[in-house]
Every structure is written in C-alpha cells, then in structure tokens.
T-cell receptor, first 110, second 117 residues
Framework: LAKTTQPISMDSYEGQEVNITCSHNNIATNDYITWYQQFPSQGPRFIIQGYKTKVTNEVASLFIPADRKSSTLSLPRVSLSDTAVYYCLVGDRSTDKLIFGTGTRLQVFP | GAVVSQHPSWVICKSGTSVKIECRSLDFQATTMFWYRQFPKQSLMLMATSNEGSKATYEQGVEKDKFLINHASLTLSTLTVTSAHPEDSSFYIC?????????????FGPGTRLTVT
C-alpha cells in the first residue's frame, strides 16, 4: 500500500515561502498528484494538480521530480489565512486507489 | 462552477436511529460521487465510490448494510447511516468527479458532522 506521508505540522511567518513535501513511494504510473487545503469543519479545497516537473497557478507551485516518488507544494508569501491542513492525493499502484496523504497542519504567525 | 453541497451540515441523533446525508452537485452532472469519513485530526478515508444508477463500491472494512448509499441521479447521492452508534460520530464528506470514476477531478462538499449520543 502506498505510504503517502507528510510532515505532521509546520510553522511559518507571514510573507515567507512555505514548502510542504509529500512522499509517495508507490504512486500509480498514470495518475496525477493533487493537493488540497482544508479548514476546520470544511471540505477540502483544490489547490493544484500536476503529473511531473513543475506546475504553477495563481496560488501555488507544485514540484514533482522525475521519479514521482514525492511532490512539493510551494506556497509563496503565506498569510494568516493560509493556516490550514494541506493534503496530497495520489494513486496507489498496488490497489489502484486514490489515497490522501497524512496531512500537514500549517500554522502561520504574524 | 463545480459546486457540491451537503445537507445537513451537522446532525445530532440518538443511538440506534438512522441518519440520511445528501450530496448534490449544483452546477454539473457527476457520474461518480465519493463518500469519505474523517475523524478528528486524521486524514480523509474513502468509504465508498458511487456511480449513478449502479450499486456503490465499498472500501474494505466499511459495512455496506450500515452505510447505505444511493445514487439515483447525476446530481444526487445519499448516505444513510443505519442504527447509528457513538463510534459512527465523525465528519462525513462527499465529492463529485467531473472526469469519470478515477477521482482525478473531485470537487468536495462542505461536509456533515454527525454526532451520535
């Protein structure tokens, strides 16, 4: 079973760049990697999705190495409102299921 | 676009009763909907995959007779927790996929918090 592991928590200050890595050593060959943001008592909100190399949108960048066994979500210049839990979602090669990562709780301080 | 709603947003019920949770895709048709359960400070765990007009596919360890899923139309799926017990208290989240049943373009509902007393 794919182990989609993430750091449990991270702290940052407003204006800094935050990089959150997800390790997925058994990722399915053809699946995309998706990242979500979740606030307390709310459903996950889509942030970004990619297959390989680098993807950038208006809120984040996603870096995926060639072996695709990990991915890094980069949030430029975080603000207090970015305090949330961030999850990666990847396909598991063994079970052919999409699996959420363990989640990273990001706390942004003023 | 791609808005998913859930109703109710929270519910408290007594042990032994049944509770129905609705999941609707408001501005698109979803052939596939997913149901997740999330316990406090834990990740989302997939319970079942629901395709319109067919029986749901349940994940290992999820009792299909306890968690009844109906996907009667392309915009509505329901999850009924039958004979609820306190251990069923959790945050239930649905999602709808716009690109087939692989779950690669899921849009999530706001969740339903169930408390069983």
């Amino acid at each position: 079973l794919a182990k989609t592991t993430q750091p449990i928590s991270m702290d940052s200050y407003e204006g800094q760049e935050v990089n959150i890595t997800c390790s997925h050593n058994n990722i399915a060959t053809n699946d995309y990697i998706t990242w979500y943001q979740q606030f307390p008592s709310q459903g996950p909100r889509f942030i970004i999705q990619g297959y390989k190399t680098k993807v950038t949108n208006e809120v984040a960048s996603l870096f995926i190495p060639a072996d695709r066994k990990s991915s890094t979500l980069s949030l430029p210049r975080v603000s207090l409102s970015d305090t949330a839990v961030y999850y990666c979602l990847v396909g598991d090669r063994s079970t052919d299921k999409l699996i959420f990562g363990t989640g990273t709780r990001l706390q942004v301080f003023p | 676009g791609a808005v998913v709603s859930q109703h109710p947003s929270w519910v408290i019920c007594k042990s032994g009763t049944s509770v129905k949770i609705e999941c609707r895709s408001l501005d698109f048709q979803a052939t596939t909907m997913f149901w997740y359960r999330q316990f406090p400070k834990q990740s989302l765990m997939l319970m079942a995959t629901s395709n319109e007009g067919s029986k749901a596919t349940y994940e290992q360890g999820v009792e299909k007779d306890k968690f009844l899923i109906n996907h009667a139309s392309l915009t509505l799926s329901t999850l009924t927790v039958t004979s609820a017990h306190p251990e069923d208290s959790s945050f239930y989240i649905c999602s709808a996929d716009t690109a087939g049943d692989r779950g690669l373009e899921q849009y999530f509902g706001p969740g339903t918090r169930l408390t069983v007393t």
